[in-house]
Structure formats: C-alpha cells, structure tokens
C-alpha cells in the first residue's frame, strides 16, 4: 500500500513538472509573437500615450520571464489589472484575463468544458464498446464475412475527414430522415433528454472515426492472445468459451486498447474542433479557434494549457490503470 | 491385459496437404505410462493435441481415438469440453507462457475447478487449495500469486494441479520437463509417478529426451515422420530395439557416464582468459536490492582448452559470457582475454578483443539472418573488422570446415535444417580465426541425433584449430563430451572446478553431486538406481 501511495505521489510530481514545462514552453510562444495584444484593447484613435497605458494595465510592459511568474503566482493568489475604480480583479486560481471578452479565462473555460466533457465522455463511451466489439467479432471470425464487412467499414472510418462524416451525418440522419436535431447544445441539468438527443449525432460522427482505430487494434490483438498457450491451456482445461474468451483473452486485449483509450480522449477533451463547429457546439475547441483569431493571447494560453492538462493526466490515469490491469507492471 | 482407457487406430493428420501423422495406432491403460519419443517434425504433439481438439482448424483429422468407449475426434463440443479437463487433464512445455498473466493463480485453478462442477468459489477454491498441497506447492501464497511472482518449476506444478482438478483417468504430458532445470526436471518427474502411484492416473507423455523415457516409462511409442516405427516395453526398448531407427536414435543419446572423458593433457602455458574475482550486479529498480548475478567468480581458460561451464538458469553462465564479449560491464574484478585487462580497455583493443573472439549461438534459427544468404552471414565478420582478401574463398574454405557442400553459400536460413545452421553459426564464429570461441548452449536447440554430429564438429576443429573455448551448457552429458575443466556455477558462485572426469565422476560438493544425479540417464535400470541413490542424497 505505501508503495502504492509513494507510485502515485512520484507520478503527480511529474505530472506537475510536465505542466509547468508545457506552461512555460506555451507563454514563451505566445508571448514572444510579434504581436501587442494591448493594441487590441488601446481603442481608436490608437496613440502612443493610450497604449502605453493599455500595456501596463495589462501587466504586458513588464519583462516576459516576470510576466510568466506573475501568471502562475496569479494561479494561487489572484490578481487585479489597474488600480482604482477602473480596476479588474481575476480572483484565484486565475489562469489569465481575456480583455476582450471582459472575463476570466477560467470561467471562459468553465462555461465551454460541459459541451466538450459531454461530448468526448459521450463518443469515448461509444467507440470504445463498439470498436472493441467489432474488433474481437472481426478475429474470432477472421477471414469471413463479418471479418471483411467489420474491416471495410473501419477502414472508411480511419480515412475519412471529420468533417465530411459530421457533414453526410447532418444531411441523411437531419435532412433525409429528419430524425435528430443538427445543430445546438442543451445542458445536462436543463433536460438530461433534450442533452442526450442533441449529442447523439456528434457522439456517433467522433465515435465512428475513432472507432475504427479500436477495432483494428483489438482485432490483432485478440488473434494474437488466441495463439498465446494461457488460451490452449485454458481450453485444455474446459473451460467454457465464452470464459475463454470474455474473461481470459479479454482482459490481456484491453493492455494496449486502454493506452490508446486514456490518450485519445485527454487529446479530445482539449476540443473537438471540427467535429464542435459541424455541429455548432459551443465547446473548449470553438472557443480555442475564436481566442487564435482574436490574437487573444490570455485566453489562448489558458485553453492550451488546459488541453496539455488533460493530455497529461490522461497518462497519469493510464500508467495507474495499466498497474490494475497488468499485475507485472505493478511496482514490486 | 485390461481394457485399453485410450484407443488410437488409423490416426491421420494433416494440414493442407502435408500430412505430419499417418496411421497411428496404440492403446493406453489404466494407470500406465505411455511416452511418446521423437524427433521434431515426428508427429508427437500433434498426435496429443489432436486428443483434445487443440489442433488449428486448418487440420485434418482421421482415424478414431476412442476414450472409454467415445470417440474424441467425433464427439460434439459439449461432450468434448467435458473431456477436457473432466476426463484428460494436460500438462504443457512451457510453464511460463501456459497461464495467464493477469489473473491470479487462484482465479485459475478457481475456474477449472467451476468449469466442470456447479460448486460455490469457495469451495471451488477449498478444491485448489488441496490440489496445490498434492503437487506439494505452498498453497495458501500460491493462491494468491500471479504467474510471473513464480519460478518455472513451480507454474509446471500449478500446470499439473490444474490437469488434476477432476481427477481424469488420463493425464496427457506434452513435453513437461524440457523447458525446466535439470534438477526441477527430476522434482516433476518424481511428482507425476507418484501421482500415478496414488491416483491411478494413467500418462501419455510426450518427449524427446530418452532420459525422461527410461526414468518413467512402462511402455514406450517411437514416432518418426509421423509414422509408428517401434512399440516396446521400456525395458525392451533399452535392451533389444526392434527398429533400426530406435537403435540409432539410442546411440546418438549422451548420457552422463558413457562419454569417453578422455584425460588430455594441456601444457601448463598461460591462461588465454583470465577471470578473477568477478562480480556483475544488476539494478532492478522499485527499491529492491540490486541482483547479484556473478558474485566472486575467478576462472581461467587456456590456450587451447575447453572449458564447460555448467549450471542452472539463473546461475549467471550467460552473463560470465556476456562480460567476455563487453556487452556487461563487470562491477568488480578484472577479466583478462589474451593480455588484455577488458576493464581497462579503449575503443581500440576492444575491438582487437571482439576479433579474438567467436560467439555461436544456442538458437541457430534466430541467430543467422533470414533475409541474408549463408555465405553473407559467414562472410560479415570479416566485413565487420575490415578483413582483406577473397572472402568468398573464405566462406568457402569454412563451409567446407564445418562439413557443409561450399556451393551453399548462396542458400537462405530457411532452407536448411536445424543442424545445419547450427554449422553455418560455426563457421560464422570462426570466421576471423579466433583464439576464444563462446559456444552457448550451442546444441540445446538440437534434436538428439543431430546433437552428437555437431559436438563431434566442434570438438574436432577444436582439436585441429587449437583455439580456447568457452562451452557453456546446462547439460551435464554435453560437457562430459566436450570439456577439459569444467566449472560449476551456482547462484554466481563458482562451486566446484576441476577436470571433467573428477568433478562429474566423483563430485566433492553438494550442490553438484546432486546436479549429477539429477541428469537422467537413458537406460531404466540405471535410472532407477540413480533414482534411489538421489533420494538417499535429498533426504
């Protein structure tokens, strides 16, 4: 048990480190763009006295390496732009300040991320149990019809653009058939029912793209784990197929599938940005896209730091969750 | 005679079509040990597997194998599943790979016990706890590890628990011993006779090793080409082989005790290698202390002798080699290969070293390039370390050397047999002339018969080309055959070193003496007085 804990506290320790890397490498990006984001805000006419002062409220007068500590003292302590009656207070834990939309980054973010968690969870879920169970139909009956079917299919899945799918799905599934809604988000809380029906063509366009990967994977695998001599063994033994395979093969084709898994939606909860804008989903990658036009740096740093967030503790989940899975990987 | 438990008639196999079993036929009863002995490609696993339906689908299976009256081959998939493991328990060759993983022994042994009676886990699990006490394992920490927290004699015991669940009549034994340690070898074989002894459980075993045969066999079933070329009692195996075939491939057997140890007599010149209190530690991580794998090991080789070097797994053979070629750096004590101190050498004569020094590998299929012909294979040594001249009359010279037609060079790996590459990795090793050759548990790999031939290849260019060698093997028999001095290594102590003849006629340690008697001997009567002897020397 100590052993455990002393795992997972050296591993949040990374975790920490790689974010103040990521965080570091991000800032120095942004803000070394040729770009004055107080020009943004300096109103026009734009004279030099105005931008001067637009600069130093903002806190951009300062040298760069200063303004990266001013952020992440920010993370803990808050901060205030400017002084007096015209001053902005962004409360801790403040990730920045968009200036132009006259909000904290943070709630930027808190009010975009149900649409992305809602979405990727969603999709994930999906892919997941379907992409498997193609993938082990596929090898159990290699060769065959179900095999090819399950393959052509996956194979479309792996070339085809996002937003081509989200396309055609909009157009048979919305316009032909007239079955489900095409556009728009209804939070959770408002109507569980209307949340889930207005997600489920975005949930079937992500997951049907991603789907495929898992399907081709789980499918080697498992024609690899049927070959192993656990699986003789343990027909040998007569155990029932069905335990063979649900319960034994299973659980050693799930190793490398759930690596990829836990990557592949940290990366999707960092946005959607295709698959949000097909559907107008107000999600972190509109907002991402937005920030990039705007040349809103604050902003732009907070949802890619945010993205590097999830990429992160997604391999923290999978390096805990691969040690209860594979009893060898387990610190001994 | 009694009724046969087992009836083979007419026993075909094939896949595609290459046939690999023709015609086979014999009987197993009640509480008797059958072997099946072969060669590889003789058929012998596939005839068991075929028993239980383990084939893959692409083979063709005719004939009939009647099991108290049912045919296993026409039975339907629920009948069959009851034989497995109801009526036939089996027992594979490689422990290690022959459990799963991710769950826990427990889980294991709890599902087969399941698998055939509607009994609760718990008692399911009372179940594997008195099985694992049967095959004498510490059940309650065995329950509750996974395969890889347990050594390979041990899995082969939790193997043989699982054949055991239901108590079959017939146990079938693909290989059981040959991927263990001689020692563990003798422990499995004591477990599964007395298993017979007390459960009455009747053996099929498959094997290859005709020591294993004289040490458990009542009758035995020579196979060759999948073909049925001798039937015999153990005992009339050994003394009168009817087929020629048995009688060569009884020839061919070493067996510890008849090798000629010729006494030879090398000039007391100084050591080509010198080894002197070496130590290799390896860092496991997590914590744990560091792995000591040699561990105060001092040897010396001389200019034209061979010394074997015999020991368990894990007793750090490989790795002594490994430090001779660089690829493990010592962590104390100094190596000395032709006057050089390895721990102290530059780039430069390292690389003077590795050109002394001829490595042939224990796996001759893995060891030589696929997609490169025999000749380049031969020829990159020489390449390597820069040699001028012809290296096609080279390669040709060195074919010809290991007693191959020098107008193979052109051939692939894949086209020859499993000696013949051993050859090919001779000639290879030989190459650039060197002074040390590093053989590897160089005929491990080998069916017997071609085993002898390769030995007798070795040691003559040996003789001829007077080059220092490094025999490494865990097979008492083959270091007889071949060594000068031989060295015992265990747990990465050098426990007993001397002449050939002293140290394995007359061993003075414990640890080696029972090495010795735990190397079966092809011959029943024998083994069995060995067999007694090694049970006064355990208790």
Known sequence: MNRTLRFVGVRLAGMIAVLLVVSFGTFAVFYLLPTDPALMSCGKPCTPENLAVAREFMGFDKPWIQQYFDFLGAIFTGRTFGTGATAIVCPAPCFGYSFQQNESVLALIGDRLPVTVSLAVGAAVIWLVAGIAAGVASALRRGRFTDRAAMTVTLAGVSAPAYLVGLLGILLFGFTLDVVPVSGYVPLAQSPVDWAWHLVLPWLVLAFINAAVYARLSRGQMLEVLGEDFIRTARAAGLPERTVIGKYALRNVLLPVVTVFAIDLGTLLGGAVITERVFALPGLGGLLVDAVHQVDLPLLMGVSLFAAFFVVLANFVVDVLYGVLDPRARVS | ?539
């Open chain 2, 1 to 539: 005679m009694t009724d046969a438990l087992l009836a083979l008639r007419d026993v075909s196999i094939r896949f595609g079509d290459v046939e690999t079993v023709r015609d086979v036929a014999f009987d197993v009863h009640p509480g008797e040990v059958v072997t099946l002995v072969g060669e590889s490609g003789s058929g012998k696993s596939v005839t068991a597997l075929s028993l239980l339906g383990l084939l893959p689908d692409t083979a063709t299976v005719e004939g009939s194998a009647l099991l108290s009256g049912h045919d296993l081959y026409t039975v339907d998939s629920r009948t069959l599943r009851a034989v497995r493991g109801g009526e036939i328990g089996m027992v594979f060759q490689e422990p290690m790979s022959a459990l799963n993983p991710v769950f826990r022994i427990g889980t294991q042994l709890v599902d087969a016990v399941r698998a055939h009676r509607k009994v609760s886990r718990r008692e399911a699990r009372q179940r594997a706890r008195e099985l694992l006490e049967l095959v004498e394992l510490d059940a309650a920490r065995v329950l509750r590890s996974y395969p890889h927290e347990l050594s390979g004699g041990q899995l082969q015991r939790v193997v043989i628990a699982a054949a055991l669940v239901h108590e079959p009549a017939l146990l079938i034994a693909d290989e059981p011993t040959t991927a263990l340690d001689m020692t563990v070898q003798a422990g499995i074989l004591r477990l599964l006779r007395s298993l017979r002894d007390r459960l009455g459980t009747a053996i099929l075993l498959v094997t290859h090793d005709m020591g294993v045969v004289a040490d458990i066999a009542d009758r035995v079933v020579v196979l060759r080409d999948g073909r049925v070329v001798e039937q015999n009692t153990v005992t009339g195996l050994f003394q009168a082989p009817q087929a020629e075939y048995t009688r060569e491939l009884l020839d061919s057997v070493l067996s510890l005790g008849s090798g000629p140890a010729t006494v030879r007599e090398t000039e007391a010149a100084a050591p080509l290698v010198t080894v002197t209190d070496l130590a290799v530690t390896y860092r496991v991580g997590g914590g744990a202390p560091p792995v000591r794998a040699v561990d105060g090991v001092s040897l010396t080789i001389g200019a034209d002798e061979v010394l074997g070097l015999v020991g368990e797994s894990g007793s750090g053979k490989s790795t002594i080699s490994s430090v001779l070629t660089g690829l493990v750096s010592p962590s104390a004590g100094s190596v000395q290969v032709g006057g050089v101190d390895l721990t102290r050498a530059n780039r430069r004569q390292w690389r003077e070293v590795r050109r002394q020094i001829g490595i042939v590998f224990q796996n001759p299929a893995s060891a030589l390039n696929p997609r490169a012909t025999i000749g380049a294979s031969i020829a990159e040594p020489l390449v390597v370390h820069g040699e001028r001249g012809d290296h096609g009359a080279r390669v040709a010279e060195l074919l010809t050397a290991v007693r191959l037609d020098p107008g193979w060079s052109g051939r692939y790996p894949h086209e020859l047999s499993g000696g013949q590459r051993q050859r090919v990795g001779i000639a290879r090793a030989l190459a650039l002339r060197p002074r040390l050759l590093i053989a590897d548990e160089p005929t491990s790999a080998l069916d017997v018969s071609v085993q002898a031939s390769v030995l007798e290849l070795l040691a003559g260019l040996q003789r001829e080309l007077a080059f220092a060698c490094l025999f490494i093997s865990h097979d008492l028999a083959v270091i007889e055959r071949v060594a000068d001095r031989v060295a015992v290594l265990h747990r990465g102590k050098v426990v007993e070193e001397g002449p050939v003849a002293a140290v394995l006629g007359a061993p003075a340690q414990d640890y080696t003496r029972r090495l010795v008697a735990a190397a079966p001997v092809a011959d029943p009567v024998r083994q069995r007085e060995r067999r007694e002897a090694s049970r006064a020397l355990s208790s």
